[in-house]
């Protein structure tokens, strides 16, 4: 099941909000954590148990990594606590990849795991490891399993994120123990989180899987030219970018339905000036994870230039094996190391230079993203440049930049963040603001109208990154 989707839009989400505020306070959590298991089994029943297993393990580690934080103990359970989370992932994602290469370098014939991936594992296990990581930092360990339940499988962020690390939420998940008050939602919360759902489904349906079309259409092509594969390259960013921000946009808006406040994730990342801004915007809650959780513990920028180029490096051989178990992802991530590193090296100054800098190498880093494997991604590399002869430019290149300019247009003009100079106007105009009032919900209700109309008539486009 996913957001976008009839299922989902009509009838899941509606039971879910209704049996949630008919409830008891004292009882929400439990409705939460019954619906995120029936969403989460929707489409893979089976890896409820492995979930669970997950979740027993972590609250088991929690309690003796609080325990024994203050001896020499606490650190051996915390380190043991990531171990396991790790092992999982590490089995479920990467066996196959390093038995693949074995056979491939060794001339061996090992059998392969018959193993599917987990939907959504990269992210809770994320998640797990900075629970246990927090405990041992201070923050209290969560005594009730059911909260601790609750924040692992929580249906609006499960499958691709943010990654919220248990810290930010911790006093949300149940009552005070001082206060003894729960977490709830106002009116004014509950606008905000419609209003954030339903623009990220918009960035979903209008935009990203448009997009996803044109991408599919060049891939099949027997006709590609120079301009084709510049035109992929930036759809396919574009693509990339409102899949996964209109995702997250939806599961933070319908975070703040139920009560949670979860980060933001992506912050208008395209008027970025160089790499090392672009991942302050993109994918936020990753980039500020592997900062957390890697970087500064090896030494962030502490132990001198070299040792931080090094760290540099280790982080993003990490992000990019995250993202998936195939060598392009690899190559993906060293790619922005070497950027990145080059950047804290050489480059002092921004002004426009750089932004066409990081926007010519930004649409090469999401072809080598997009591809399906190193193989393919050489080609496409090596076709942005005309390598082979291929032509310029054909007629079906000019057919399908006709059929899709208009799409292309509206996609790269929604990446400017025009929407906060509005917002800016309209708290100098409270005129302004008032008719804005009368007139947003009636926009939102159209919105939902064209939404549903495309999802009725299109066919199923599943989020890009629920394969990771």
């Given at each position: 099941m996913v957001f976008s989707s009839i299922t989902f839009l009509f009838y899941f989400l509606p039971i879910?909000?209704?049996?949630?505020?008919?409830?008891?306070a004292c009882c929400q959590n439990a409705v939460l954590l019954f619906c995120s298991l029936f969403f989460y089994a929707w489409g893979e029943p089976h890896n409820v148990l492995f979930m669970g297993i997950s979740i027993l393990s972590g609250y088991g580690f929690g309690l003796l990594v609080?325990?024994?934080?203050?001896?020499?103990?606490?650190?051996?359970?915390?380190?043991?606590?990531?171990?396991?989370?790790?092992?999982?992932?590490l089995?479920?994602?990467?066996a196959n990849f390093v038995l693949k290469n074995i056979n491939q370098m060794m001339g061996m014939k090992l059998p392969l795991l018959?193993?599917?991936?987990?939907?959504?594992?990269?992210?809770?296990?994320f998640q797990m490891i900075s629970y246990t990581v927090d405990v041992y930092r201070g923050e209290q360990a969560q005594k009730n399993i059911l909260n601790l339940a609750v924040?692992?499988?929580?249906?609006?962020?499960?499958?691709?994120?943010p990654i919220v690390r248990y810290a930010d939420i911790a006093d949300q998940l149940g009552p005070d123990p001082e206060t003894g008050k729960r977490r709830r939602t106002s009116l004014t919360m509950a606008a905000q989180g419609i209003r954030c759902f339903v623009t990220g489904l918009a960035k979903k349906v209008l935009l990203a899987d448009q997009l996803g079309q044109l991408c599919s259409i060049f891939r099949s092509s027997e006709e590609k030219s120079v301009l084709?594969?510049?035109?992929?390259?930036?759809?396919?960013?574009?693509?990339?970018?409102?899949?996964?921000?209109?995702?997250?946009?939806?599961?933070?808006?319908?975070?703040?339905?139920?009560?949670?406040?979860?980060?933001?994730?992506?912050?208008?990342?395209?008027?970025?000036a160089s790499m090392t801004e672009f991942w302050r915007r993109w994918h936020m809650s990753l980039g500020s994870w592997f900062r957390d959780y890697v970087y500064i513990p090896l030494g962030g920028n502490r132990n001198g230039r070299m040792r931080q180029m090094i760290y540099i490096f280790i982080v993003w051989l990490l992000t990019g094996l995250w993202h998936g178990a195939e060598w392009n992802f690899m190559i993906w991530g060293l790619f922005f190391a070497v950027l990145i590193s080059a950047e804290k090296l050489f480059m002092k100054k921004k002004g426009i230079f750089s932004h066409i800098y990081f926007?010519?190498?930004?649409?090469?880093?999401f072809v080598i993203f997009h591809a399906q494997n190193l193989t393919q991604a050489v080609c496409d590399i090596g076709g942005l440049f005309g390598v082979g002869g291929i032509a310029f430019v054909t007629k079906e290149t000019l057919y399908y930049l006709r059929s899709f300019g208009v799409i292309l247009a509206s996609a790269i003009l929604c990446t400017i963040p025009f929407?906060?100079?509005?917002?800016?106007?309209m708290k100098s105009y409270p005129a302004v603001k008032k008719t804005a009032a009368w007139i947003e919900p009636a926009a939102l209700l159209a919105l939902m109208i064209v939404i549903s109309a495309y999802l009725v008539d299109s066919s199923f486009h599943p989020f890009l990154y629920f394969r990771f």
């Open positions: 879910t909000v209704a049996m949630y505020f008919f409830v008891p609080e325990k024994y934080k203050h001896a020499s103990s606490g650190r051996i359970w915390s380190f043991l606590s990531i171990c396991v989370s790790l092992s999982f992932l089995y479920f994602k990467y018959q193993v599917s991936l987990p939907v959504g594992i990269s992210f809770y296990t924040y692992i499988t929580m249906f609006p962020q499960l499958i691709a994120g084709f594969y510049w035109i992929y390259g930036i759809s396919c960013s574009l693509y990339i970018y409102f899949d996964f921000s209109g995702y997250s946009d939806m599961a933070v808006g319908l975070g703040k339905i139920f009560g949670f406040h979860f980060p933001q994730n992506f912050n208008a990342p395209f008027i970025s926007l010519f190498f930004i649409i090469i880093s929407t906060r100079n509005i917002q800016s106007m």
